[in-house]
């Protein structure tokens, strides 16, 4: 069975010019960067390259990126490298409700060790309101988190006007910015932020290795303590063939980007009218016009999400209730539920993400199967049953 894969904000598939240039730092160009001898040198000069590439998609300067083991990391590195050095100045942490587990938990944990945290409440459409954050500063906040694009429902922030505010109050400002960078300009002056978590795997790099912006003269602890890689901010010996693949995708995503977003915006904006169109007691979750251009995210009435999503598997389309961390368990999103969504809606929630080989073709495929399996779903659903 030839498969349909619309679940693009999960993993995209490593791009094949991305595993040509891994390639050859897994054999002949295998030197530990931390070598002063010739193989040394040579890997060291493959991460510097990269570390250029990344810092230019961003406009950032090198010595401000920090290669992580991912997005996770880098969210981790942010709130918890930022609280643990700042703790003079305050313990206060302001964030979203809707924010990826990556800077919830580390939130929580923080919690646990005397900080207390603020989650700022988001509208209908999931978007936070700058004045929220002006509301919530007290004189301890010492960091304001806020994601840049949500990974469920593809709403983008309005994040250069929370950065103002943060400027404005001298607050530290991360976002987590793994589902934009490589899809959707980004540039962090114009944002006005002071740290940015990216991911590989999201922009058609390879899995397990991400990085932090850390805007110059940021204090906060090192992520990782031993050796000096990453000027003492992390620890360990770098990742070569994943950060020279970061790199490589992070080149292309410069030159493809913009065609890609236009390509993608068309096809997502037919995915979402035929699905309007053909199945009924069916919302658009996140903003309108505001999202990703890869991202559709819906509740239909009456059906489980899970089982939407196992019925499309069955007919070679992989599609998602949401976030993938949160898609084996059965608790609701906690980004529906924020956005003021019922369980039953939360529950009924499908998202499709497509990506750069998504055709139109599989647009049309999605369209023709999924209403199918609405309507049988529907036919056997003690939730319509109950509602009549
Ligand atoms: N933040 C967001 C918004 C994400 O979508 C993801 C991945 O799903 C992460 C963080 C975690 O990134 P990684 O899988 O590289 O650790």
Request: charged share 25%; aromatic share 6%; proline share 4%.
């Amino acid at each position: 069975m030839k498969r349909i894969y619309l679940d693009y904000a999960a993993t995209t598939p490593t791009h094949p010019e991305v595993v040509k240039a891994m390639l050859p730092y897994f054999t002949d160009a295998f030197g530990n960067p931390s070598s002063i001898h010739f193989h040394g040198q040579e890997a060291k000069g493959a991460i510097e390259e990269a570390r250029v590439k990344v810092a230019n998609l961003i406009n950032a300067r090198d010595e401000e990126i920090v290669f992580t083991s991912g997005g996770t990391e880098a969210d981790n590195f942010a709130l918890k490298g930022v609280a643990f050095a700042n703790e003079d100045k305050g313990n206060h942490i302001i964030t979203s409700s809707i924010e990826h587990h990556a800077v919830i938990e580390p939130c929580k944990l923080l919690e646990r060790r005397g900080f207390s945290v603020t989650y700022l409440p988001v509208d209908e459409y999931g978007l936070v309101e700058p004045d929220e954050v002006r509301r919530a500063i007290t004189d301890k906040t010492i960091i304001i988190s806020v994601m840049h694009a949500n990974n469920e429902v593809g709403t983008i922030e309005r994040i250069a006007e929370i950065g103002k505010i943060a400027k404005e109050a001298g607050i530290y400002f991360h976002t987590d910015a793994v589902q934009m960078v490589g899809h959707i300009p980004v540039d962090v002056n114009e944002l006005g932020v002071d740290l940015l978590s990216m991911s590989a795997h999201k922009l058609y790099g390879p899995k397990g290795v991400g990085a932090l912006y850390i805007r110059k003269g940021t204090k906060l602890v090192a992520f990782m303590h031993g050796g000096e890689q990453e000027r003492r901010r992390r620890a360990s010996t770098e990742n070569l063939p994943g950060v020279v693949g970061f790199g490589k995708a992070v080149e292309l995503a410069g030159q493809e980007m913009s065609e890609e977003e236009k390509r993608l915006t068309y096809l997502r904006d037919q995915l979402v009218k035929g699905l309007m169109e053909r199945i009924d007691h069916t919302r658009l979750n996140g903003h309108p016009t505001m999202r990703l251009p890869s991202n559709v995210n819906v509740s239909v009435d009456y059906v489980e999400g899970e089982s939407m999503v196992l019925n499309l598997d069955l007919e070679g389309i992989c599609a998602s209730t949401g976030s993938a961390c949160s898609s084996s368990s059965l608790e609701p999103s906690h980004v529906l539920l924020a956005m003021g969504l019922s369980h039953e809606q939360a529950h009924g929630s499908l998202r499709f993400t497509l990506g750069k080989w998504t055709t139109e073709e599989e647009i049309r495929r999605a369209l023709e199967v999924l209403p199918r399996i609405v309507a049988k779903l529907r036919a056997m659903s003690p939730l319509l049953k109950s509602h009549r």
